[in-house]
């Protein structure tokens, strides 16, 4: 959003319900596969409380004094402006693989002040204000996050049974680890492999698909969920794949971000057939 306008545009209000409603359709989907634990729950709604403050807070400055400070700035945006639209493109991208609270609020903060050169200017003094107040108490709460995780450190790695899989393929991604044949459910071959988890495990999986293997299980599970980005008017449906949830996607007008409960075995044939609709298979969420 902030490639094109102010964070007083974007609706933090759409992005609180819409995690609630995702989490709700998830948190069914998966009872009906087995227990969700204490834990589980437990962490989910530390998320959701903690997302739902930082949206709120957020969302009431900024549709007040930032939208204020934005208007009387004009078109033309600042250099604290350009800075945050740079380091919120940078997480981003640091967030598909790496866990929130390890991103260097601090170091980034402390650019802010000694690199960003300083024009004297209401919306360049509130920007600078407002944005050291947000990552700062982001990075000291990170902090504390960081400390429990810790405690009980989530891997990086994860294990799939993929049918048909054999050394070249192996040696064709350096990332996927052959860890052993193992039988499959028809009788056929099949082999043990350990890969790195998140985005790199979504790259992965379309590597396999696109040699023609078929995955059967991911960490002990035959059913994971998925979510996907279709463009405008355009619906898709999938083998062995439920709707869980549909969220607007505010930076893509009229694109929307589909969550399915998806079978493994159909997980490659997912992939293929939403870019064949010219949309984008975004996430395998391994665990």
Not at 31 to 51: E, M, P
Not at 80 to 89: K, S, V, Y
């Amino acid at each position: 959003m902030t490639r094109s306008a102010s964070e007083s545009a974007f609706d933090y209000w759409a992005a609180t319900t819409g995690f609630w409603t995702s989490l709700c359709g998830a948190t069914r989907a998966a009872g009906r596969t087995g227990d969700v634990t204490a834990g589980q729950k437990v962490t989910n709604y530390v998320i959701g409380l903690s997302f739902t403050a930082e949206m709120l807070i957020q969302g009431a400055y900024e549709r007040t004094v930032g939208a204020l400070t934005a208007w009387w700035r004009g078109p033309e945006p600042t250099e604290e402006d350009r800075f945050n639209a740079r380091l919120l493109a940078d997480y981003a991208v640091f967030l598909r693989q790496t866990p929130w609270y390890r991103y260097p609020f601090d170091a980034e903060l402390s650019r802010l002040w000694r690199d960003v050169p300083f024009t004297p200017s209401l919306r360049a003094v509130e920007r600078r204000g407002a944005l050291s107040l947000q990552y700062g108490v982001k990075w000291a709460y990170a902090r504390g996050i960081a400390w429990l995780a810790g405690m009980d450190p989530a891997g990086l790695t994860i294990r799939s049974v993929v049918a048909g899989l054999d050394a070249a393929d192996a040696a064709a991604d350096p990332r996927i680890t052959r860890l052993g044949p193992v039988p499959a459910g028809d009788g056929g071959p099949a082999a043990l492999i350990e890969t790195p988890r998140y985005r790199a495990f979504t790259e992965i999986l379309r590597g396999l698909g696109a040699r023609g293997r078929t995955v059967l299980e991911i960490a002990g599970n035959d059913r994971i969920l998925t979510t996907v980005l279709l463009p405008p008017g355009r619906t898709v449906a999938l083998a062995g794949a439920e709707p869980l949830f549909a969220m607007p996607i505010q930076s893509e007008p009229g694109w929307q971000r589909v969550g399915y409960d998806t079978a493994v075995e159909q997980l490659v044939e997912q992939i293929r057939a939403v870019e064949a609709a010219g949309g984008r298979f975004e996430h395998a969420y391994d665990y």
